[in-house]
């Protein structure tokens, strides 16, 4: 919503609070669509400014039909499915207090690393799976799967992009040790609560590094997946190099996944807005090789998907820019082309 001056405002545009007359009566109710007589009223009126409703507030994006998706996302979604399940039994043993088993971690990796080394469009087919009430089981997930694919990318041996996995895996283990009240908090936590929280990283390595056949650089890469590039992180404030790559991997992954990942379509963020934000964090709190990476293989795995804009369009992307890779061509279905770089329009969901 935006408030506009009454001299600006143009017939169609909807009003986003009733205006009031001087008496508190209302004169011009809320989601009224304005005319130009009721423009000129209003200005003869006095009335200076006016709540109106921005495009974006005046859709509803959730009643928008829907391609199919493609067969081959039916596989991945039981692969992902079965591992949701063994996350949850890892994450519900911990939290119970048993004893962390390596075993149960590493049958999980291997499921994951089927999939990262096999499926193409994995972010792709990461978007169907639809966030709920099980955020940490789905976050740890997720991140296991982010994290493989950009040590895959970046080339990485397969050694390291299975350690990538359970590292991924294995990030918020330590919020499992975070008093209840706080993780669950809905509100902003206070300085001390977040304080609290912050201590999970440094939790997950303890639990990690105590065991003989979990290597370093996993419970390295859990202590410092909130470490960031200019020493603004926790637990210790490293800065660039003093990083070690799976941190640094791990952040990529955990910061995509938390900004994709809202159920509630006005705060979620599509991939692309995500790697915009993550680029243009490149530079600042992440590191640039491992942003770069991750935001050239988004773009590419998008192309020919179709996509929801922020005007309730919809479109296939058809072509990436590869010095604004965020921001493609897209082929709307009415035939005509829009380039993203030139609009203000943004690509609010990827339908497949
Ligand atoms: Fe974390």
Redesign the pocket.
């Known amino acids: 919503m935006r408030i506009v001056n009454s001299n600006k405002l143009k017939p169609g545009d909807t009003v986003g609070r009733d205006v009031l007359t001087k008496h508190g009566s209302i004169f011009i109710a809320k989601e009224t669509v304005l005319t130009e007589h009721m423009i000129y009223k209003l200005i003869s009126l006095g009335v200076d400014n006016v709540h109106v409703k921005d495009l974006e507030e005046l859709i509803d994006y959730e009643s928008i039909p829907r391609p199919k998706p493609p067969e081959d996302i039916v596989e991945f979604t039981d692969k992902y499915q079965q591992a949701l399940f063994l996350t949850g039994e890892l994450l519900d043993a911990i939290a119970s207090g048993k004893k962390l088993e390596t075993e149960m971690i590493r049958e999980i990796v291997d499921i994951v690393y089927g999939q990262v080394m096999s499926t193409n469009n994995i972010l792709g087919r990461l978007t169907y799976q639809k966030h709920d009430n099980q955020y940490l089981n789905k976050h740890s997930l997720n991140v296991a799967i982010l994290s493989g694919i950009i040590g895959k990318w970046l080339n990485r041996s397969n050694g390291e992009v299975r350690r990538l996995i359970f590292a991924g895996l294995t990030?918020?283990l330590g919020?499992l040790k975070v008093p209840k009240r706080i993780l669950d908090k809905p509100s902003r936590l206070t300085d001390e609560e977040f304080k609290e929280m912050q201590k999970?990283?440094a939790f997950g390595y303890q639990l990690l590094n105590t065991k003989a056949d979990i290597s370093k650089d996993v419970a390295l890469a859990v202590l410092q997946?909130?470490e960031r590039e200019d020493g603004s992180g926790y637990p210790t404030g490293l800065k660039g190099e003093a990083i070690h790559l799976f941190g640094k991997i791990l952040a990529v992954a955990?910061v995509y996944d938390a900004m994709s990942s809202n159920k509630n379509y006005r705060d979620k963020f599509s991939p692309f807005q995500v790697a915009e934000q993550i680029a243009q964090n490149s530079f600042g709190s992440m590191d640039p090789r491992v942003s770069r990476v991750f935001l050239d293989n988004i773009s590419r795995f998008y192309v020919g998907n179709s996509i929801l804009l922020s005007d309730g369009k919809i479109g296939d992307i058809i072509y990436i820019n590869p010095s604004e890779p965020t921001r493609p061509v897209i082929k709307l279905e009415t035939g005509d082309f829009l380039d993203l770089s030139k609009s203000k329009l943004k690509i609010i969901d990827i339908l497949g």
Do not use: A, E, R
Request: aromatic share 0%; glycine share 0%; charged share 40%.
């Open positions: 990030h918020d919020k999970h990283s997946h909130h955990d």
